[in-house]
């Protein structure tokens, strides 16, 4: 029988014994059964070159490694396949290391890309459309080691809003394709353990369906005893009923994108769902997630075109009276397939224009206007310290353990908090020894191969946000079902 290996690379520096990742036992789930399939996530083990051939999954953060194990795989004769979202978004460049790339979503391909290598025929790039969940795929869960401490399940694909930073609509659709719940509820029956995280982009959704959709599955989950963790949109706060029912069925933490407290950074961030809100909103909003039993991990963007040092020092100071239970710190960053990239690009504004092949992967891709990356680098770790400090942290698990009433959900969220500012607080002073460039071999090669050296965006049809109506902010008020 012939093996393929599939195979997620490292990305040393985030932790990983939390999540069990669900890309690569999805698409064992959909490779014809006269295949042997094994998995490797080299987060969580060591790679090996037992394999016909091998298939790496990939997303900005993790290219450079995967680019690395390519030319590791094929310099042992072994064909590499790329897929996921960097390879579909940037294709021309991810072809230059694989035998073939996977340019979407990857259900349906694996039929012929499978016939085609047996017959040492591998096309060098794979288009498929996106898939609908009509077929019988379940995630082969059986593959991953047992060290991961939840299990992960996803119910609905796409996005309709467009926010700048992100490429979940331009990857997978700006319309909502929804798991049916049958499928669903035959993978719950197959996890082992009753805590999930819901990889869902949004658990609530925007409009009646997503939203009757998520009270039904909120009761599927209750119906199996579930507990979970999931991100919603700050919407669910306006829907007392949605937010009653996902408490019910088990929720016990909601990541919230807050982004900012400054009106026009969230304009120009385009996060529709935040739009008209502002602090005391947000205040409230996590106090109606307290009341329901749920615990909020709230996240900000730093780093924009509008931050200042005494702006950033507004929302430290915020945050440090806020009763988020897990504040958490994102700088800007423009992955490929957003907006915010082919801004950037366009403005040549990128330090780097191929900043995803440096080691480690920079914190800083570009200059604010309004800040030096200086006063960036030491204003979030001033406000990473406030966390981290003892008085802090010490006073937000008591308002963590009086909000929630739970003693484990207080208990993780201080050291939630504590371990992500702690890996941001290393990636922030690793950053201060200096904004390298490049240092991938790939230039080099480009330029022999005729491969791209520069930021290129691939038009592709199959990544095109073209179907759905992207959802503007004043269409989320009253979205009661
Ligand atoms: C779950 C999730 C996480 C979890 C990961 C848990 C885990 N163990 O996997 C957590 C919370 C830890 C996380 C963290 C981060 N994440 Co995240 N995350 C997601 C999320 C919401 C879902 C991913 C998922 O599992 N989907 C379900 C699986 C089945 O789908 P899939 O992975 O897309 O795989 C399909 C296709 O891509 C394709 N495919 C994938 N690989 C391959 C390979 C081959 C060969 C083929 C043929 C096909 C193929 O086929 C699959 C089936 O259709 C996505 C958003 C999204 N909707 O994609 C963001 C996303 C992947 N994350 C993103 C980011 C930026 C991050 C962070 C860097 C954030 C940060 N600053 O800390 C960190 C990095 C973590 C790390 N280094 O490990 C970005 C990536 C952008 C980019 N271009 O790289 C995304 C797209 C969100 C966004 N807003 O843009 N994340
Ligand atoms: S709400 Fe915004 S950040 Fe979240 S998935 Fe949709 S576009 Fe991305």
């Not at 340019?103 to 996106?130: H, M, N």
């Amino acid at each position: 029988m012939n093996t393929i290996l599939l195979l997620s690379p490292a990305t040393p520096g985030f932790d990983h014994g939390l999540f069990a990742p669900l890309s690569l036992p999805t698409l064992a789930g959909a490779i014809p059964d006269n295949w042997q399939v094994r998995i490797i996530d080299e987060n969580n083990g060591q790679v090996d070159f037992d394999a016909d051939i091998v298939a790496i999954s990939a997303h900005t953060y993790a290219i450079r490694r995967a680019y690395e194990l390519a030319r590791e795989f094929r310099r042992r004769s072994i064909p590499v396949v790329l897929g996921g979202n960097h390879p579909t978004i940037l294709t021309a460049e991810a072809s230059c290391e694989a035998d073939a790339v996977v340019a979407g979503e990857g259900e349906t391909v694996w039929p012929g890309l499978l016939r085609d290598f047996l017959r040492k025929q591998l096309k060098p790039i794979y288009s498929p459309s996106r898939y609908s969940f009509d077929r019988d795929i379940l995630p082969r869960r059986d593959l991953l080691s047992s060290r991961y401490r939840f299990a992960s399940i996803e119910t609905v694909r796409g996005c309709p809003f467009q926010c700048d930073f992100c490429s979940v609509a331009r990857f997978h659709g700006a319309r909502y394709r929804y798991k049916p719940l049958s499928l669903v509820d035959r993978e719950l029956r197959m996890i082992r353990g009753k805590t999930l995280f819901l990889v869902d982009d949004n658990v609530i959704g925007v409009g009646r369906e997503a939203q009757s959709r998520a009270a039904e599955l909120f009761a599927l989950l209750k119906d199996h005893g579930m507990r979970w963790m999931g991100q919603a949109s700050v919407n669910i706060a306006d829907n007392e009923r949605l937010l009653r029912l996902a408490g019910e069925s088990g929720c016990l933490f909601l990541f919230i994108g807050f982004e900012s407290l400054d009106p026009d950074v969230l304009k120009d961030l385009n996060k529709g769902a935040n739009l008209r809100r502002n602090a005391s909103d947000y205040a409230t909003a996590v106090r109606r997630m307290h009341d329901n039993g749920i615990s909020v991990m709230g996240s900000f963007i730093v780093g924009t075109d509008r931050d200042t040092v005494s702006g950033l020092g507004e929302l430290k100071r915020f945050i440090a009276q806020s009763q988020i239970d897990i504040p958490i710190l994102h700088h800007l960053t423009p992955y490929p397939g957003t907006r915010l990239y082919e801004r950037m690009v366009r403005d040549n504004r990128l330090i780097d224009e191929r900043f995803w092949l440096q080691d480690p992967l920079p914190v800083f891709t570009f200059q604010p206007e309004r800040i030096s990356i200086d006063d960036l680098r030491r204003s979030t770790l001033d406000m990473i310290e406030g966390f981290t400090g003892v008085r802090q942290a010490s006073w937000r698990f008591v308002q963590s353990l009086k909000n929630t009433r739970s003693l484990r959900i207080a208990s993780f969220s201080t050291a939630a908090t504590l371990i992500s500012s702690r890996i941001l607080q290393q990636r922030l002073l690793r950053s201060g020894e200096g904004i390298a460039r490049s240092t991938y071999p790939g230039d080099a090669i480009g330029e022999k191969t005729g491969c791209p050296t520069g930021s290129q965006v691939t038009p592709d049809p199959a990544t095109e946000v073209t179907s759905g109506d992207p959802v503007r902010g004043d269409r989320l008020i009253n979205p009661e079902m």
